[in-house]
């Protein structure tokens, strides 16, 4: 082990994995007493948790777990359950397929049931997300650091869904593996992965945005190179590009041929959206204006400078020299993915746990994604790591636990 110019360690080889593994652990351990401190506020709710005392597995099925224990014990409805007045209501199809049945195959092979099979397959693929992570970083940044800005993105405040019946993990590992491949210019990887996050959780559409640019400097690469290459050469980027675009339809199209309706997807997904219907952009400014500025006088117009904000300190964060060492893969990531959250997403309490795949902004706020790493990086990584983790002790206790009937989801 040597030190480099910024302070920081090098650990190289068999060992960074290791050490990721380590950090990643020990973050779990500090999220599994705050979900047990969670089933000690739990009421207990005989739908998921039964009647008895809470426990920790108790808590790895509440809210979206149940529904992934529902299709991993019995599968996907033939048909889409519709209310007394015709509206699709909300059901299985919204949830990707490949956790659950993931889940299913260790049940089969080990005769556990879901909540332990869910937590394990949530925890292992997490700890694969955290070493392919640092591995990630470490391309761009003393290894270090990068496993530094891994544990700060492993208790951000909706960390404790990597390891109960979430799909955060698992979507984590392969996200992470996609852009390994991106970076490394494997096509044929690319293409595989973003299939298989066509069946994990709705996320290759942005993704396609972010091969299509790099696919058009590869195109202009291409057409400026003297002598020129055949067209040959591109037909491996172009094909990952129309396999990652396909896969955002992968899902939609297997709820069509499974529930007879070419609107089933669509229908489904709007069951959880208010008024029924999915709307780009505009409830963003609505619900921000409900939960955070109601009580003010100019409730709207407070809550689209919070919006428009947010927008500028995400563009800031991909585009500044704070993001330097980034691959433009990652920085555009930053961008694509929540342009894509508001267009299909009305903004509420679940944004935290829908920012958890933002796992490059982790990078850039300890300073690692600097051109010149400051030397003060573990002091900042550190506070940071302090404040996520008292706001995971408050998401965890508050959001988590369901207050019967209703509450606000995590």
């Not at 960074?16 to 990643?24: C, E, P």
């Not at 047990?36 to 920790?56: D, H, M, N, S």
């Not at 808590?59 to 979206?64: A, E, G, K, N, Q």
């Amino acid at each position: 082990m040597t030190v480099t110019r910024t302070g920081a360690p090098t650990i190289t080889g068999s060992r960074l994995g290791w050490a990721a593994l380590a950090v990643y652990l020990a973050t779990r351990a500090v999220s599994t007493l705050f979900i047990l401190a969670a089933g000690r506020l739990q009421v207990p709710y005989e739908r998921w948790t039964g009647p008895g005392p809470v426990t920790f597995l108790d808590m790895s099925v509440v809210w979206d777990g149940s529904w992934y224990r529902t299709i991993a014990e019995d599968g996907y409805p033939a048909e889409l359950p519709l209310s007394d007045d015709g509206v699709v209501r909300q059901n299985q199809w919204a949830f990707y397929p490949l956790f659950p049945m993931l889940s299913r195959g260790l049940m089969v092979l080990t005769g556990m049931d879901f909540r332990l099979a869910g937590t394990l397959v949530a925890l292992v693929t997490g700890c694969g997300a955290a070493v392919l992570m640092v591995r990630l970083f470490a391309r761009y940044a003393p290894p270090a650091v990068a496993l530094a800005a891994m544990g700060v993105w492993a208790v951000q405040p909706a960390a404790p869904t990597l390891q109960i019946a979430y799909t955060e993990s698992l979507a984590v590992l392969v996200l992470v593996g996609f852009f390994l491949a991106l970076v490394q210019r494997n096509w044929l990887l690319v293409g595989v992965l973003a299939v298989v996050l066509g069946v994990t959780r709705p996320i290759a559409l942005p993704l396609a945005l972010v091969v299509g640019v790099v696919v058009l400097l590869e195109v202009r690469r291409w057409w400026t190179a003297r002598p020129r290459p055949t067209m040959r050469t591109l037909a491996a980027p172009v094909a990952a590009l129309l396999v990652t675009g396909f896969s955002g339809l992968i899902w939609p199209t297997i709820v069509t041929i499974g529930t007879g309706r070419s609107d089933g997807y669509a229908e489904t997904m709007a069951s959880w959206r208010a008024g029924h219907e999915i709307v780009p952009f505009r409830p963003w400014i609505d619900n921000t204006a409900y939960l955070l500025f109601r009580e003010t006088g100019h409730p709207r117009l407070y809550a689209a400078l919070a919006v428009t904000a947010l927008a500028l300190l995400l563009i800031l964060a991909a585009a500044g020299p704070w993001a330097r060492r980034l691959p433009l893969e990652l920085r555009l990531w930053i961008v694509a993915y929540p342009a894509y959250l508001a267009a299909v997403l009305d903004v509420g309490t679940s944004l935290i746990r829908y920012a958890i795949p933002l796992f490059p902004i982790a990078l850039i706020l300890i300073g690692g994604g600097a051109r010149r790493i400051p030397r003060w990086w573990p002091v900042l990584a550190t506070v940071l790591a302090v404040l996520l983790i008292v706001a995971q002790h408050q998401w965890t206790t508050q959001l988590l636990v369901l207050d019967p009937p209703s509450d606000f989801p995590p």
